[in-house]
Structure formats: C-alpha cells, structure tokens
C-alpha cells in the first residue's frame, strides 16, 4: 500500500477554487448554447477568481505562522497568501476586460486563464523543486495557448510560437538546474537543500552553483528580465492584450514573489553569489528596457520594454536579499501590477475602438476622446516613470533604500538614472494622448464601444495604484508579515 | 479641526477641488468660478493663518505630524516657519490672480485646465510646508505634472520641445535629491527635517544644491528656462517664475543651508560665483532679448541669483532680504507676465520689433506697466529696492565684492527694464499695435492691481517681511539651530 501524505486541503483551496472554474468554463464551451457562452463561461470565471481572493484572504489571516504542507511540497504561509491574493485580483481583471475584448473562443479562454492562474498560485507556495517544475509548466502552457488564441490573427499565433519556444528554453534551464541542484545536495526541498549545503559544507559546490544558475536563469526568463528578455516585446506586441495584460503583470508577480523564496530557503549561503548576479541582471534590464523603449512607436512594445525595466527596478530589491528588500519587492509589486494591467487595459479599449495596432501616432487625441481612460493612463505613466501619482513612487523609494541598506549606493545611482531616461517615453505617451492635435488622425468613424467592464478594471487598477500612495503603512505592514515568513 | 490643520486644508483643499472639477460635469462658466472660489478660500485661509502666526516663537507652528511610511519613519510633517508663511501666501495669492486669468481669458477644456491649475496651487503650498524630506520630494516632483500638462497643452506652438527640456532637466536634478535624500533618511534613521541632525557629507549637499540650482535657476542650469518661459500660457509662466522658482531658493534656505552647515560654508565661493554669473549674465541677456516674455524671463534668472548670494552670505540681513526679495519677485514678475499675456492678446506677438506706442491711449496698461516696472528696478522706496539692499548688505558684510557685482546686476535691471517699458509705451506705434486695441479692462486690472497693490504695500512697509520672517528677527541663530 502507497503511503499517502496528510493534505491541508484548506492550504491549496485558492488553486482548487481557480481550477474548478476553469474546469465549469471549459465544460460551458461544450454544454452552453453559443448565444450564452460568453456570459456563463465569465461569470463562472468572475466567480472563481473572486472566491480565490476570498480563500487566499482568508489564508492570509489563518497563516500567522509559515509551515510546508503536504510532505512539504507547499508553503502554507503569509507570503504565498499575499502574492495569492495579487495574482487573483489580477485574474479578477483579466477576466474583466477579456468578457467585452475576446469575441472568439471565449469559454476557452476563461478556461485557460484560470488555468494558468491557478497555476501561478501554486507556483508562489512551491516548496520543492519538483513542485516548483511542475506548476512553472501548468501556468506556462496555458499562457502558450493564450498567446495564440487568436490564431486567425498573424501575430497572435507569431507569439504563442515565439513564447513556447523560448519559454521551453527557459524551462530547460530551470529543470536542469534543478536537477544539478538535487545532484549536489541529494535534496529537493527548499529547506532541505539550505540543511544539506550548511551540513556536508558545498557552499561553493561546483555543481550546486553551476545549479543555481541555471535556476536563476530559468527564473530570469519567465519574469523577463535582461539578458533573458528577447521574447517579450515580441510576445507582448502579437498577443491579445488581453492577455498580455495578464501576463505583465500575474506572472511577474508570480515569478519575483518565487524568486526570493528560493534563493533564500534554498540558497542562503550562496547569497553573496546570487545578490551580485542579480544587480547584474537588473542593470541589464534597467539599460536594454529603458534605451529600447526609447525608439518604440507601438505602444505595446514601448510597454513590454517599460515592464522589461521595471523588471530591473524589482530585481534592485532582490539583489539586496534582505528583509527590507523583500518587503520592497511585494510592496512594489502591488502598485506595479495594478498599473501594468491598467495601462494594457486602457491600450485594449483603444485597440478595439480603432481595429488596428495602437501606435503613439495613432493614439492622439485619446485622453480627450476617453477622458477617463486617458486620466487613467496618466497616472499609469507617471506612476511609471516614479512621479508621485501612485505607488509606483513609493516602491521605487523602497528598493532603492534596500539597495542603500545592502551598502549598494551605485545601483541606487543606477537607478536613478535609468527612471530618468525612462521618463522621455512614458512622457512620450503623454504627449500623444493630450498633445497631439486629433486632426492627425484618420477617424474610422462610429461612436466608441461601450466598455463598462473595462472601465471597471482600469477604475480598480487606478484605485490601487493611488491608494497605495497614501496607504503605504498598511500595506507595508502586510508586505513585512509576508516577507516574515521567508528567512532573512 | 484644529488651527494646526490649516496647513493640511491650504494642501488638500485645491487638490480635492480639482477632483472636484474632473468629476462633475459643469459647465465652462461653473468651473471656472469654482476654482476662482476655491483660491479665495486658500486666501482667505492664509490670511487666517498670518493673523495668528506669533512671529516673536521659534520653532514650527502650524504642524501636523502622522506616520506615513512607518518603518523608514517616514512621515506626514507639515508646518510653516515665518519665512514659509510668506512664501505660502505669494503661492495662493499668485495662483488666484493666475486661476483668474485663466478664467478671463477662456481657456479651452476648461475642467482640465482648472483642475489642473488647483492641482498646481496644492502641490507648491506643499513644497513650502513640507518637514519630511519625502514628503518635500514628493510635492516637489508633483508641482511638475501638472505643469508639464499645462505647458504642453495650453501652451504656443514650440510647446512639446519645451515641455520636454523642463521636464528632463528639472527631473535631473529631483532624481539626484532623490538619491541624496534615500542616502541621507537612512544614514540619519529618520526623515523628518525638524528632528534630523546636520550632516557633514558634501556629496549630499551637492545633490540637494543641484535639484535646487535647476529649479531656481542658477547659471548655467538655465537651459530650460527660456523655451518653458516664452512657449507657456502666460498665467502658467506667471506661476513658473513666480512662485514655481522660489522652491529653488526655498529649498536652498531649509535644506541645503539648514541641514549642511559645513557644506554649505565649504562651497560658499563656488554657489555666491554662480548666483553673481546668475545675476550678471542673466541681466545682460534680458537687455539683449527681443520679446518682452524674454526679458522678464532672463531678469527672474538674474533675480535667482540675487537671492541666492543673499542667502550665501550667511549674514541676517542677507536672510531678510532674500526672503523679501523672493516675496517681491514674486509678485512682480507675476504681474509683468500677466501684463506680458495682456499685450500678446492685443498684438498677437510679444517681440519688440512689432510693438511701441502702447501708452497712448491706454493709460490703465502705461500706468500698470510702468509702476511694476519701476518698482522691479528697485528705485528707492520700493519692496524690490529694500529687498536688495539688505542683500548687497548682506553680501558686503562678507565682502564688498560681492555687493559690487550685486549692485552691478541693479545697475542692469534698469537698463533692461526701461528698456522694456519704453519698448512696449513709447516710441512709435509698432507695427503689430492696432488703434483698436483696448486698454486694460476691467476684468484684468481686478486681477493685476491687487498683486501691484500688495507690492505697494510691501514698499511702504518692507519690514513687515523682513522683521517676520525668522523667530526672533535674528536669521543666522534660526538657521544653525536649524529653525528648532
């Protein structure tokens, strides 16, 4: 007889919710009149993702004290809740603006983003390598089929193809790691790996560094930071924007919030090693995302650089591997993936509006037309560029003390000098959508459509990129009970 | 409410009316009077303020201390000394007369336009009350949006190269005392710039000296000034040289002076040279410019580096008289910049080539210009000429050299400044100037007479700042005990 493990069913109910619904949206694709689809299949996705952040509040409140469940394959802790209840109110919104933007292959859809949602959830609480492996693929193949949902479409089946091939590539390197990483230590688990380095002395270990890596490689990928970006401005631009909104902003969360579990359960010892090739990375992407950005016309490919750097200003706060730096890292990932889906939110409603790729050229006028979305786009921008009109300020203050505490002044410098070229582009933004005269533009004819759902979303987006300016001590504190459960 | 929350309302007030004004749907004539209203509030509660500001106590009054960023003991401290007092009351006296202008000449997207202009008034009351140094930072750096958004939509038609240079250049510098002041907060454990300790790092100095050197502007971080000056709605370059620049030299009295006393006297010789080069080269490039919003502009540039030799001096009349100076100039090129949007109006160009001959028949516009005019040439007996008298004294109680070159740059501010006048007055009738063009009408001269109005009082009654400004009318003790 198979020994089976006790299972806190209560730790995983997040990812069992998402799932669920993702399993009533797919069946809604078979049994559901079409005139009916769309409705049933997002409101059962709405749904789920609503019930997700009720259980992973919940979890939140009744994980005081971090343990690993499930034959410790899962962290049933604050920092997992936290980033829990990020990534399904992201997914809230994904499914939000997807019920009026996607026309085809809606009950797949929603489907699919649960999928990859609850895929996401699982990821942040992985507590083994093999657990990592397993949920980084679950949410990376629904995000592969997500990409390239409109295949009738050229570039949308461009990115899914572009996005699997090199995602597989980073996924490669993340398992073989792992694998160099079991190698050395004989371990799986996170903890385990830290006892077995500090037990038989391998910090330094050849293979396990050489593991470590590739894991960090692996990781790079998906939060697309440089040098390991080239997939993103090209994913982000061919893909619905839909879902590169979703993208942009759940699976960064995902990927920085699993970043700094890993490296410090698993590789404290090796933090010397881990901290200098991540301010490495992070001045990669600062430069290659902000000077890129420069020249871009597409508005999605000017933010997929934007989000490539912001990636940078995220990683100044790992680098530092401090307590500080983790509550920087979820601190700035609140305000930033709020924005993020914000601003791709606003790109998709004028997408829509024009039928055509959203250019700087083609967005004059804009913040005229739609004042609402065009305010919203506002504060996104400038909230970007580190203005204080949202949180965006105050996480860039963070990671920049963090990087200060770690005794790392010049990647402050770094920094510094990268938000201010970043500021030509997203000032770039503005100028297109207020400055521009409208005349410039080629009207297709036709009032707008109606967008309630999306203005809801951008609305929320708004909400949490502003408050989190003025309710940085709540949040704070949520970040710093979260960052409690990892060991600084 | 308390008194202490008066400082709060003068922040929060015109930001929510600018929500206000985004969110309901009123019409043209409707917002324009809710804004107009909503400064005479800010007015009205300075006004309050002043009358219960004991100028004889040291220390902060008016404040309001709440966490804000609790474990970086970051907080929300807002407070006024006597100095700030005035500067708050230039701010929300300039911004009324500017809403108004707005409001009298029509400006297009007026919900937009107004919100944005109260956004502004909230954001500079901000930077002059601010005791955090994030807290400064952050209303600094909000002062530039809607600016950038002013200029660049309202603004003429080099407006988007302007907005630029204003932009990346300001940002510059706020980024590099951005970077000093994570540096400092974290070095010292606390932000909070009434209980901070002095430091001795000249590093930090510099960054904080090079934020307010651009914003003031200083020579040569004058790049972005004419382009901003000449392309922005002239109620917006009001603000701009008004009010906007004395966060430079604003920032320079409560930080840079105050929390570096070592740096500042280590690099004394270097800032008094670039507030002379300010002053000199500025002068002599108002006498050389050919548009009347050129002139005014290059003539602030020149008045920035007067009151910054002031402030360097280090002495108490020095103190006094850059305070009042930064109070007068204020006022004054507030008024010369509505006066300039008053003529642009009626010629369509501000170049002198085009205009002259403007006094005949227009006796409110000759009589306004004029008295302005004179009074910013610091004739004797004018806000502008004790201003600068007690900073070249100041300056000679340092050494006289600095109160020659000082009294050089008075020497040039006539030559320009008649210059002006007679440009715009006298001399044959330009070209551009129709027989048709009104005088001043009555709507202008309600916004325009009052600023000249408390200058004349100001004039009469210079003390009135001078002796106001620090506890104790003894600046130097205020300044190395750090306004405590």
């Given amino acids: 007889m198979i020994h089976t493990p006790h299972i806190d069913w209560f730790s995983i109910s997040t990812i069992l919710v998402l799932l669920g619904g993702s399993f009533v949206a797919l069946l809604s694709a078979v049994l559901v009149p079409a005139a009916w689809r769309r409705v049933v299949s997002s409101a059962v996705a709405a749904a789920a993702a609503t019930g997700g952040i009720v259980t992973s509040v919940w979890l939140y409140v009744d994980s005081a004290s971090g343990h690993s469940v499930i034959a410790g394959s899962f962290y049933r802790d604050r920092w997992t809740a936290l980033a829990q209840v990020i990534l399904c109110a992201t997914t809230l919104a994904t499914v939000l603006v997807g019920s009026e933007q996607i026309r085809e292959h809606e009950a797949e859809f929603f489907a699919l983003i649960l999928a990859s949602a609850a895929g996401m959830t699982f990821f942040v609480g992985a507590a083994n390598l093999m657990t990592m492996f397993l949920s980084l693929e679950w949410f990376s193949i629904a995000l592969y089929i997500l990409c390239a949902i409109e295949y009738g479409r050229e570039g949308s089946l461009e990115a899914g193809l572009k996005y699997l091939i090199v995602g597989s590539f980073g996924s490669a390197a993340l398992l073989f790691g792992s694998a160099l990483v079991y190698g050395a230590t004989n371990r799986i688990g996170f903890a385990e790996i830290a006892q077995a380095v500090a037990a038989h002395g391998l910090s330094g270990d050849a293979l396990l560094v050489l593991g470590l890596a590739m894991i960090i490689a692996g990781l790079a990928f998906k939060s697309s930071s440089a040098p390991f970006h080239m997939w993103t401005p090209d994913v982000y631009q061919g893909a619905p924007t839909t879902v590169t909104a979703f993208m942009s902003s759940a699976t960064k969360v995902a990927a920085f919030a699993l970043m700094l579990r890993v490296l410090r359960t698993a590789f404290p010892q090796e933090t010397h090693l881990w901290s200098w090739a991540f301010a490495g990375i992070a001045v990669a992407s600062l430069v290659i995302g902000n000077f890129a950005a420069l020249v871009q016309r597409d508005v999605k490919r000017l933010l997929a650089y934007s989000s490539i750097s912001h990636a940078g200003f995220i990683l100044i706060g790992v680098s530092a591997g401090t307590a500080l730096g983790g509550r920087a890292v979820m601190y700035y990932l609140i305000p930033y993936s709020a924005m993020a889906f914000g601003s791709f939110a606003v790109v998709a409603a004028r997408e829509r509006e024009l039928g055509a790729r959203v250019t700087l050229d083609n967005l004059a006028g804009f913040g005229w037309e739609r004042p609402f979305l065009g305010v919203a786009l506002w504060f996104f921008m400038f909230g970007f560029a580190g203005l204080p009109l949202g949180g965006g300020f105050v996480g860039k203050f963070y990671v920049f003390a963090a990087a200060y505490e770690h005794g790392w002044t010049w990647l402050v410098i770094v920094g510094v000098l990268a938000t201010l070229v970043s500021l030509y582009y997203y000032l770039g933004v503005m100028r297109a959508i207020y400055m521009r005269p409208t005349a410039e533009l080629a009207v297709t004819g036709g009032s707008p459509p109606r967008d309630a759902l999306l203005h809801v979303a951008v609305g929320a987006a708004l909400v949490v990129s502003v408050g989190s300016l003025f309710a940085v001590s709540p949040m704070i504190t949520l970040a710093r009970h979260a960052a409690s459960a990892l060991p600084f | ?484």
């Fill in chain 2, 1 to 484: 409410m308390t008194v202490s929350s008066l400082t709060s309302v003068l922040i929060w007030l015109p930001i929510a009316g600018a929500i206000a004004i985004w969110v309901l749907p009123l019409s043209r004539y409707a917002t324009g009077s809710l804004a107009v209203l909503i400064s005479l509030v800010e007015v009205g509660i300075w006004i309050e303020q002043a009358a219960r500001f004991d100028f004889a106590r040291s220390g902060l009054q008016f404040s309001e201390k709440t966490p804000w960023i609790k474990d970086l003991h970051v907080s929300y401290h807002v407070g006024e000394y006597g100095f700030s007092l005035w500067l708050v009351g230039l701010t929300v006296v300039a911004m009324t007369a500017c809403i108004g202008y707005g409001f009298w000449v029509g400006r297009d997207r007026p919900r937009a336009y107004f919100g944005l202009m109260l956004l502004l008034t909230g954001a500079t009351v901000g930077v002059f009350v601010a005791q955090d140094l994030l807290l400064f930072y952050a209303f600094f750096e909000a002062m530039l949006i809607p600016l950038y958004v002013l200029i660049g939509v309202w603004g003429g038609a080099g407006r988007l190269g302007a907005t630029v240079k204003l932009l990346i250049y300001t940002m510059a510098g706020s980024l590099v005392m951005l970077a000093a002041i994570v540096v400092y907060g974290l070095k010292v454990g606390t932000f909070d710039l009434v209980s901070a300790p002095v430091s001795t790092s000249r590093w930090l100095f510099l960054g904080f000296m090079l934020a307010f050197a651009i914003k003031a502007p200083l020579f040569p971080f004058h790049g972005w000034l004419p382009d901003a000056y000449r392309e922005a709605p002239p109620e917006v370059t009001a603000v701009l040289s008004g009010v906007i620049a004395k966060a430079g030299t604003y920032g320079m009295l409560r930080i840079a002076l105050t929390q570096f006393p070592d740096s500042a006297g280590y690099y004394r010789t270097v800032i008094l040279a670039l507030g002379a080069a300010a002053l000199v080269y500025g002068s002599l490039l108002a006498f050389r410019a050919p548009d009347f919003r050129g002139v005014v502009a290059y003539s602030s540039m020149a008045q920035s580096g007067l009151i910054t030799i002031g402030l360097f001096s280090g002495t108490n009349l020095g103190y006094d008289g850059a305070v009042l100076q930064m109070v007068a100039h204020g006022l004054v090129s507030t008024s010369l910049f509505l006066i300039a949007g008053a003529v642009e109006r009626r010629t369509t160009t501000g170049e002198f080539a085009f205009l002259g001959g403007m006094a005949k028949g227009r006796p409110a516009l000759a009589t306004l210009l004029m008295t302005v005019g004179i009074i910013s040439l610091a004739v004797p007996g004018s806000a502008a000429f004790a201003g600068e008298f007690l900073i070249l004294a100041g300056a000679y109680q340092l050494h006289w050299w600095w109160a020659v070159i000082g009294a050089s740059g008075i020497v040039l501010a006539a030559m320009y400044m008649l210059r002006l006048i007679s440009a715009v007055l006298h001399q044959a009738r330009g070209p551009r100037v129709a027989d048709e063009a009104l005088d001043m009408r009555p709507g202008e001269l309600a916004l325009i007479v009052p600023l000249v109005a408390a200058l004349l009082v100001l004039s009469a009654w210079p003390a009135g700042i001078s002796h106001h400004s620090f506890a104790g009318d003894d600046a130097t003790t205020a300044v190395t005990e750090q306004f405590r």
